[in-house]
């Protein structure tokens, strides 16, 4: 029973709660800005900026005959993916790295290399992350071009079939995401400094009221000084 009374006086209520927060809010404070200042720059003066270019190519299947051109458009959507997966393919980003004298691997250079289809279109959107905007452009125009040659002179039922829609400009700021870095650094850090709020009270083992005394030592408190404030000025 004194147990059970006991783990009942030591529960902490919501207005202990807000009392902790309450006199732990300039260190709270302190550690959500300083960690979101820290987070911003990061994000505006270390992070290295990255652009994204893209264009795209289609799939069509052209079939001839007497009364005019017509396209095939059930192997046009057959052929989608096996033309997408011809675009990241080794032997096409070897001869972009020839081309474009890349100091990479193939593996490195489809790391930051997106090539997407969709089961509605005959599109294939692909696009390159670089640090170097124009190198973005570069590479997109590249793979499309090699991808397109190798295709015509090697795999013959793609020959003709992958065509160019649009070439790439240079590249678009694509990261950092600068604000949302900035967001995050001020949850982490409030999250941190309210972490180290509770954890100071957890080892804060002072006694605050004679309910705790008295629960804690099986005594009765007879007596309680009353907080007050003396003003300056007066005796």
Same mark, same amino acid.
């Given at each position: 029973?004194?147990e059970?009374?006991?783990?009942?006086?030591?529960?902490?209520?919501?207005?202990?709660?807000?009392?902790?927060?309450?006199?732990n809010?300039? &260190? =709270?404070?302190?550690?959500?800005? $300083?960690?979101? *200042?820290?987070?911003?720059?990061?994000?505006?003066? !270390?992070? +290295?900026p990255?652009?994204?270019?893209?264009?795209?190519?289609?799939?069509?299947?052209?079939?001839?005959?007497?009364?005019?051109n017509?396209?095939? &458009? =059930?192997?046009?959507?057959?052929? $989608?993916?096996? *033309?997408?997966?011809?675009?990241?393919?080794?032997? !096409?980003? +070897?001869?972009?790295?020839?081309e474009?004298?890349?100091?990479?691997?193939?593996?490195q250079?489809?790391r930051?290399?997106?090539v997407?289809?969709?089961?509605?279109?005959?599109?294939?959107?692909?696009?390159?992350?670089s640090?170097?905007?124009v190198?973005?452009?570069?590479?997109?125009?590249?793979?499309?071009?090699?991808?397109?040659?190798?295709?015509?002179?090697?795999?013959?039922?793609?020959?003709?079939?992958?065509?160019?829609?649009?070439?790439?400009?240079?590249?678009?700021?694509?990261?950092?995401?600068?604000?949302?870095?900035?967001?995050?650094?001020?949850?982490?850090?409030?999250?941190l400094?309210?972490g180290?709020?509770?954890?100071?009270?957890?080892?804060?083992?002072?006694y605050?009221?004679?309910?705790?005394?008295?629960?804690?030592?099986?005594?009765?408190?007879?007596?309680?000084?009353?907080?007050f404030?003396?003003?300056?000025?007066k005796?």
């Amino acid at each position: 029973m004194n147990e059970q009374q006991h783990e009942h006086e030591s529960e902490i209520s919501l207005l202990d709660l807000y009392k902790i927060l309450r006199n732990n809010l300039v &260190l =709270i404070l302190t550690l959500t800005f $300083l960690v979101g *200042a820290i987070a911003g720059a990061y994000a505006f003066l !270390v992070a +290295d900026p990255k652009y994204k270019s893209n264009a795209y190519v289609m799939v069509q299947v052209q079939v001839e005959n007497p009364g005019g051109n017509s396209f095939d &458009l =059930i192997n046009a959507q057959r052929l $989608l993916a096996t *033309a997408a997966d011809l675009i990241s393919m080794p032997v !096409v980003l +070897d001869k972009v790295i020839e081309e474009l004298e890349l100091d990479m691997t193939p593996n490195q250079l489809k790391r930051n290399l997106t090539v997407s289809s969709s089961n509605t279109s005959y599109f294939i959107n692909v696009s390159y992350i670089s640090e170097d905007n124009v190198q973005s452009k570069e590479v997109v125009n590249a793979v499309i071009s090699a991808a397109i040659e190798f295709a015509d002179e090697n795999v013959l039922i793609l020959k003709d079939n992958i065509i160019r829609t649009s070439y790439a400009d240079n590249g678009v700021y694509d990261s950092p995401n600068k604000a949302l870095y900035v967001v995050i650094g001020l949850i982490l850090g409030g999250i941190l400094g309210v972490g180290i709020a509770f954890i100071k009270e957890m080892f804060n083992n002072t006694y605050r009221s004679k309910d705790q005394l008295e629960a804690a030592f099986g005594i009765q408190v007879l007596g309680v000084i009353p907080e007050f404030e003396v003003k300056e000025g007066k005796v």
